[in-house]
């Protein structure tokens, strides 16, 4: 089955500051990647995705980029702001639309 | 819209007894659901597939006759656990698939949390 690794676990950064956060992923077949940010308790949130089809997406300081190839994607925070600090998590979709997540990372924007 | 909850937000139960949980789409219909598992500090596992009008599809490791799930409408799944012991305590986290043309987004509810004493 689907295998998704992500890194870093932790990341800690100063506001203003950018982040980036790497997954990679296992299944040829997967063909849809969503990022979620989760706070304590809460459901987990979407906050970008991409098909596979697309290189980049972006919108406002959220960025994702996909690279087939290397069969790896990433999530990039510019501008980083205290209420970004969460725990986000990045998924693939093999086609079948269950989802498959990474082990998560616990972002802290210090202010 | 596209709002999906789940009853109850949490609950408490003794060792040896069934909990049920539910989880429905308020505002569109969802031929599937998923149910996902997440332990304190880990990731969201998938544990099965819920279909309406048929039987669920289990994840590899996941026991089909503790975790018991019943989709008999396009608007509701539901979890029951059975005999729970302390190591089922978790967070429990539906979604439900709108399957539109124009989007792969699913939508997750709030989670349960479940606390087996």
């Known amino acids: 089955g689907e295998n998704v690794e992500q890194h870093p676990s932790t990341l800690s950064v100063q506001e203003g500051d950018s982040a980036v956060i790497k997954c990679t992923y296992s299944d040829s077949a997967s063909n849809y990647f969503p990022w979620y940010k989760q706070e304590l308790g809460k459901r987990p949130q979407l906050i970008i995705d991409?098909?596979?089809?697309?290189g980049e997406k972006k919108d406002q300081r959220i960025a994702v980029t996909l690279n087939k190839t290397a069969k790896h994607f990433s999530l990039h925070i510019t501008e980083t702001q205290p209420e970004d600090s969460a725990v986000y998590f990045c998924?693939?979709?093999?086609?079948?639309?269950?989802?498959?997540f990474g082990s998560g990372t616990r972002l802290q924007v210090q202010p | 819209g596209a709002v999906v909850s789940q009853h109850p937000s949490w609950v408490i139960c003794k060792s040896g007894t069934s909990v049920k949980i539910e989880c429905r789409s308020l505002?569109?219909?969802?031929?599937?659901m998923f149910w996902y598992r997440q332990f304190p500090k880990q990731s969201l596992m998938l544990m099965a597939t819920?279909?309406?009008?048929?039987?669920?599809?289990?994840e590899q490791g996941v026991e089909k006759d503790k975790f018991l799930i019943n989709h008999a409408s396009l608007t509701l799944s539901t979890l029951t656990v059975t005999s729970a012991h302390p190591e089922d305590s978790s967070f429990y986290i539906c979604s439900a698939d709108p399957r539109l043309a124009v989007t792969d987004t699913q939508y997750f509810g709030p989670g349960t949390r479940l606390t087996v004493l």
């Open positions: 991409i098909r596979s089809n697309v």
């Open positions: 505002d569109f219909q969802a031929t599937t």
């Open positions: 819920s279909n309406e009008g048929s039987k669920a599809t289990y």
């Open positions: 998924a693939s979709d093999t086609g079948r639309r269950a989802l498959t």
